[in-house]
Structure formats: structure tokens, C-alpha cells
């Protein structure tokens, strides 16, 4: 039984956490992509060490690693709990000034500090079971960071639990607390062999009860464009202008289906991202998405014929087609492991939360994670609207994220 007088960290943690200023730059070459993520990895650290992990460390790569040693003598496998530091570049995350609505009672909430930023019921059908929580929002001028500080902090008070309930019976229990999940490179400097463990568990997800063994599988399309410049005043029938091809080429997308405004479930996309141009040579970056890994190929395919019909009606441009691997469906790994699921669903159930199965229309750490060798679900962490100025999260769910963190390591330990 979970010690119903224990006094929760995860809220206080979090709302320092979110104070510090992560945001990762996918522009970037470096990795970490931002030095300022491994200010709060720093603080990470120091957290871990003052709850009684005296190994644990940031490595050079800025990912925070620490050990709750086994206190059974059940041969167990080790497992992990990861979580990530960075936050979105989409929306900024300096100067977050976090706000609890206490004892919510429905309907939309607006935030204070941006008339034009509403929180709705209708985007967010998730708050018609939130009636009598407290709900932690911005202000409107920022985003939050539930995604993924929540899970940071959640693990950190876990680990505060366990080891101040030493009659919890556990495994080896690896930390780690990674950079720049955010824009895809989270496990670019991840050595799984030195890590340790056997099994881990992502707490990056949303609603109560989540457990996710499925993501999309991923690629990266770059197209270039060149045309032909020349003085305008001197173009006549020499000029061939980059800029005009790449918006007849995304003008010609489909407009009623495989985009990620026109489709749900388990359907696939491709989605530009970015454009970037002049009349001689314009970029445009589009990610393509399908929980099936070979209709990545087809839409690939798709997409190089519509490149080519486009050079077609402008003579004299030529193009370049790159496509860049990003992630796979991890499912294709875990259905061989059904245990670290099943062993996350088994948690939930003694807690009285329903699990829920969901695929994730999008990846975490632990699809790759999975394909390097190191089996990694993704359990709920509480986080909504994640990635916006409307990012929300329920202060009753954190605290049973910890709950589950804890059950999780108490199931492996019985099965042990």
C-alpha cells in the first residue's frame, strides 16, 4: 500500500523546474543543441544527490544518469525511468510563470496575461474529469514545460518515496534525465550498453492511464529547389524564380487528406515544416509520418512525382530529394519484450486507473531507445496541450504518475 500521509515533491519540483529556461534549437549542430538545458541538469544532480543518489552525475553530454540500488534479493532486471529537460522551440520557455487554478469547476480557463489565449473545453474534452482538481496553466505569454519537466519531476519524487519507504521492495533502478528529445537527437549520445539497464519506461505522456508501445515511424524529406536568377529588370524569359515552384509544388499537396490537419488515428501525413528561399534556390523540410514503416516509401514516392510534375511546368530548374531516417515504430521491437507493458498495465490496474492503449501519432526517446537495444515504453505523465501557450496539467495526476512510477518497480520486483 502507498503511504497515504507521504507529502508529494512533484509539485514543488516542477514548478521550479519550469522556471528554468530549456528550450532546444533544432537548428542547431552542437549537442547538447543549447547549453542552457544542462543549467537544469545541474540542479538535477544536485536534487539526486541530496535524496541519497551519490552517483549520480552529468556526463559530457549532458545527460543526467544516477542508481537506486536494489533492495531485494530477488534476481531482478534492472529497469529505468527517463524522462527529458528540453522544451519545445516551437513556443519560448523563458520566464514561465506557472499558474495553479485551484478546485477547477469546469468550463474554459483564461489565462491572465493574454486575453486571446483561452483554454477550452471543446479542445480539451480531457477536463470534463478534472471537476475538483487543481490545474497548473502559463500565464498565456509562454509555454509551460509539463512536457517533459512533469516527468522529471515525478521521477524525482518517486525515487524520494523509495527511498524513504525502504520496506518498498525494488530492483536496480537506473535515472536519466536527457536533453533535446524535443528536436529528435534526445539518444543521438545514448551509450545503452553503459547505462545498464534492461528495461525502461519514458513518463512523457498525457492522460491518466496511458501506456504507449506504439509511435509513428519517421522520416525527414529535404527538397531543394534551384532555379535560375538574374537581374529582374533583365529577366525576361531567362529568369526561373525558386520561390514560385515551391509554392506551386505546396499548393499541389493533397488538401483533404494526408495532412496532419486532415487526419487522426492511425492514419499517416506528409507535413512541410519549414520553407526557405531566394529565386535561386528554395528549401522546403516536411517530416513524414505512418505507424506502418513501408508506406513511408510510398509517400515518399508520392512525394518525388509531384516534385518532378512541378519541375516540369517551369523548364530549366532541376532539383534535389533527400530523404533522412529519423525514427521507427517501436513496436516492431516491443512486441519480442510484452512483459514491460504488461508489467506498466499491471501497475495501473492495482492503482484503479484503466489503462489506456494508445499509439502515439507522433515518436519519444523510446522508440529509439527501443531499437538500440533497450526496450522503452512511454507511461502517462499528465501533460496536455503540450508544445503551446495552452499547455495544462492536473496537480492530482502528477502525484499519481509518482504513484505508478512506484507500483511499476514493485511489480517487476515480485515477478522477479
Known sequence: MFDEKYNFTCVERFLKYVK????????????????????????????????GLQDARMDEWGYVIATLPSNTDKNVPTISFIAHVDTSPAVTGANVNPVIHKNYQGGNIQLPNDPHQVIKVSDNPQLEGMIGYDIITTDGTTLLGADNKAGVAEIMDAVNYLITHPEVKHGEIKICF?????????????????????????????????????????DAV??????????PGYAKGKMVNSLKIAARFLDDLPKDRLSPETTEGREGYVHPVSANGTEELTTIKMIIRDFETPKLI???????????????????ARYDFTITEQYRNMKEVLVNHPQVEEYAIEAMKRLNIEPLMRPIRGGTDGARLSF?????????????????????????DMQMAVRVIVEVAKVWEEKG
Do not use: C
Not at 528554468?20 to 544527490?49: A, G, H
Not at 538500440?372 to 492530482?396: D, V, Y
Open 298 to 316: 510510398e509517400y515518399e514516392n508520392f512525394l518525388e512525382e509531384l516534385v518532378k510534375r512541378t519541375i516540369e511546368k517551369f523548364p530549366g
Open 178 to 218: 536527457t536533453p533535446d528529445e524535443e528536436v529528435g537527437r534526445g539518444t543521438e549520445k545514448f551509450d545503452v550498453e553503459k547505462f545498464g539497464a534492461k528495461y525502461a519506461y519514458t513518463v512523457d505522456g498525457a492522460s491518466r492511464g496511458e501506456v504507449e508501445s506504439e509511435t509513428f515511424s519517421a
Open 20 to 51: 528554468y529556461d530549456t528550450q532546444s534549437d533544432e537548428e542547431s549542430t552542437t549537442f547538447p543543441s543549447t547549453e542552457k538545458q544542462k543549467v537544469l541538469s545541474e540542479e538535477l544532480v544536485k536534487e539526486l544527490k541530496e535524496i
Open 222 to 231: 529535404t527538397i531543394k529547389f534551384h532555379g535560375k536568377n538574374i537581374h
Open 372 to 396: 538500440m537495444g533497450l526496450p522503452t515504453p512511454n507511461i502517462f505523465a499528465g501533460e496536455h496541450s503540450f508544445h503551446s501557450k495552452l499547455e495544462w496539467i492536473a496537480i492530482q
